[in-house]
């Protein structure tokens, strides 16, 4: 059982663990398991690395972003050499079909647009660019268009969530309407959450996943 102040705390320290993060620069509320984080950070990758330094402590139910990205002088870039760098890092990057992926920049935004057959690759096209200098943030829009056209079989998703070791499968239930899955039920961490949605996205055919899983974990109310 955690009080509010508990998780706070928890929240906090798992922050302070990263020595990439200044705690200093990041504020914590938390109510009811639901966590905003608030404050400014130098770099996009930052940003990210506050939200994942925080996915598997017990107790988060869900994360509210509110942290600013304010580029020091240094990093900043103009929208067309954040292109140029955005292009490179995509075709070096073997996981990632560049061809079928489109970049645009916007006042630091980078946007990925095309389609790509796997979900994986659209992970690693995100990957591939969050670090970059003069990034502000990046928004994924590439879709997944399989080449497998059968209809997803909904025993695969099972058998799939199944063998994980963090996830109990008995609680989770799969729909398949044809090349979309809906996972529905409940799970303890946003981890296990997360790590749901990515078995599920494995699944030869797979165009979409709606992830409605929710997460119960027990703490006390401050």
């Known amino acids: 059982m955690k009080s509010n102040e508990t998780l706070q705390q928890d929240v906090e320290d798992a922050i302070k663990w990263e020595p990439s993060l200044h705690a200093a620069e990041i504020g914590v509320i938390v109510k009811d398991g639901v966590v905003t984080l608030t404050g400014t950070v130098d770099s ?3 940003k990210l690395e ?13 994360v509210v972003q509110k942290i600013d990205v304010k580029l020091s002088s240094s990093a900043i870039k103009t929208d067309e050499d954040i292109a140029s760098s955005a292009l490179s890092a995509l075709q070096n990057n ?6 079928e992926i489109r970049v645009k920049v916007e006042n630091g935004w980078l946007y990925l647009d095309g389609s790509v057959k796997w979900n994986y690759q659209k992970d690693a096209a995100e990957r ?11 928004i994924n829009n590439v879709a997944i268009k399989s080449d497998v056209h059968d209809k997803v079989e909904q025993r695969l998703v099972e058998d ?11 609680h989770i239930r799969v729909k398949v309407s044809g090349s979309n899955v809906t996972l529905t039920g409940t799970v303890g961490s946003l981890y296990q959450k997360r790590e749901a949605a990515r078995i599920a996205w494995k699944t030869p055919g797979v165009y979409t996943v709606d992830n409605k899983l929710e997460v119960e974990y027990d703490y006390a109310l401050a």
């Open 44 to 46: 996009y990758a930052k």
């Open 128 to 138: 591939a660019v969050e670090d970059l200098t003069g990034v502000k943030g990046v």
């Open 50 to 62: 506050v939200e994942h330094a925080i996915r598997n402590v017990a107790g988060v139910h869900a």
């Open 94 to 99: 073997w996981s990632v079909p560049d061809r």
């Open 160 to 170: 799939a969530l199944k063998r994980h070791w963090s996830i109990n499968a008995d």
